[in-house]
């Protein structure tokens, strides 16, 4: 028989407390073991779990899909999408719909004036897609819309073409009358259908001197097209005998104090050189001499040459910059200055407190002699 070593006989004895902690060790673990099995016998069934957890399955990937449909370019197209959401849209037709009515579709007051600014200039739309090219519209708001457009997918080009040239003549009046082109009044235009923009031009071409000597002279006029021309030709009656003033009556005008519309009275100056010329005086602060018109961009010497003599100047009406108190912003947007001159005119009074005199400039070398003699007229000290 085996003999055992002492020492392993004293490794595997326990008292009676390690036997009964180890004991409830025991038990404890059994426990452990044992209560899964238990709680799931007496936890009742319930089917409907998987259910649940199904239904969130699907939600999820109905979310994943709707995502695929609905790709948000920028935050922008996101904001009309959530926009039009909430919207009662309605069906209408882009060329008779109101303000209010445009507003309840979800356009802004800016994509309602480009609408209204298209159609107050003679243009239409045709089909829908016509609608997407006003400027604003973006495609995610165009496709929300484009259901209730009361217009045709396609069109035809040639019934486009006969449309649009039907549209032109229905706005001549049915009642056509004799008139002169020469004498006929802004009003009595209006009801021949001719547009306020096209009866502008016509009393801008005559109070400049021009004269209707043949009806063909008509033609000529801007905006007339030759279906109108064609409709109104037969009414036309210009008096042989009459003596229409062929020179114009001399206009003279102050350049610092004209306004648009006695600079355009001027023959040889049009909408162009009189938005220049005002423009112009606004950045220098008024003009000091005539030949400062030849500064600006595309002005034609010709022009200038043949309108001189009609121009005066008062100086008196010059807006000058003040050394001591004026802004850079006001330095810098004067058109004989550039910035690093500007800034340092303000830096010079900032470091070395005001200045004394305006030739200070050029004594303290802040600025050329030839730029000092351009300004000069503009400055003043206090």
């Not at 069934?45 to 259910?51: H, I, K, M, V």
């Not at 709707?66 to 039009?84: A, H, V, W």
């Not at 423009?279 to 030849?294: A, C, D, M, S, T």
């Amino acid at each position: 028989m085996i003999k055992i070593p002492e020492q392993i006989k004293d490794f595997f004895y326990f008292t009676k407390g390690e036997r009964n902690g180890i004991s409830l060790l025991i038990v404890l673990m059994l426990i452990a073991i044992l209560i899964p099995f238990v709680y799931q016998y007496f936890l009742p069934e319930t089917a409907n779990d998987y259910l649940s957890f199904q239904k969130e399955i699907t939600n999820f990937e109905n979310t994943l899909q709707k995502s695929k449909k609905k790709p948000y370019i920028n935050q922008l197209d996101k904001y009309i999408e959530n926009q039009y959401d909430t919207l009662d849209l309605f069906y209408f037709d882009p060329n008779n719909t109101t303000k209010e009515s445009f507003k309840k579709l979800g356009l802004t007051d800016k994509q309602i004036g480009t609408i209204n600014n298209y159609l107050g200039k003679g243009g239409r739309f045709y089909v829908k897609d016509d609608f997407q090219k006003i400027y604003g519209i973006g495609l995610h708001q165009y496709l929300k819309l484009k259901p209730f457009i009361l217009l045709a997918d396609k069109i035809n080009r040639e019934v486009q073409t006969y449309q649009k040239s039907f549209e032109d003549n229905s706005n001549i009046a049915d009642s056509l009358f004799h008139f002169d082109p020469n004498t006929i009044t802004e009003e009595k235009w209006s009801k021949l259908g001719i547009k306020e923009k096209q009866i502008k031009i016509i009393k801008n071409y005559l109070n400049k001197g021009g004269v209707f000597y043949k009806k063909e002279d008509l033609k000529k006029i801007y905006g007339i097209k030759d279906s109108t021309y064609s409709k109104l030709e037969p009414y036309i009656k210009i008096e042989k005998n009459r003596p229409y003033s062929i020179e114009k009556k001399i206009i003279y005008v102050e350049l610092n104090s004209a306004t648009y519309q006695e600079l355009i009275q001027i023959n040889g100056i049009g909408d162009y050189l009189a938005n220049s010329i005002i423009r112009y005086r606004k950045k220098l602060g008024g003009f000091i001499k005539k030949e400062q018109l030849l500064e600006i961009k595309n002005f034609p010497e010709n022009t200038f040459l043949k309108i001189n003599s009609r121009l005066s100047v008062d100086t008196k009406k010059i807006i000058r910059l003040s050394l001591n108190f004026s802004e850079l912003k006001e330095f810098v947007t004067h058109p004989y200055l550039n910035y690093h001159q500007s800034k340092a005119i303000v830096q010079y009074r900032t470091e070395n407190g005001p200045y004394q005199s305006i030739e200070n400039l050029v004594d303290k070398k802040i600025i050329s002699q030839n730029t000092f003699n351009k300004i000069k007229p503009y400055l003043m000290v206090n």
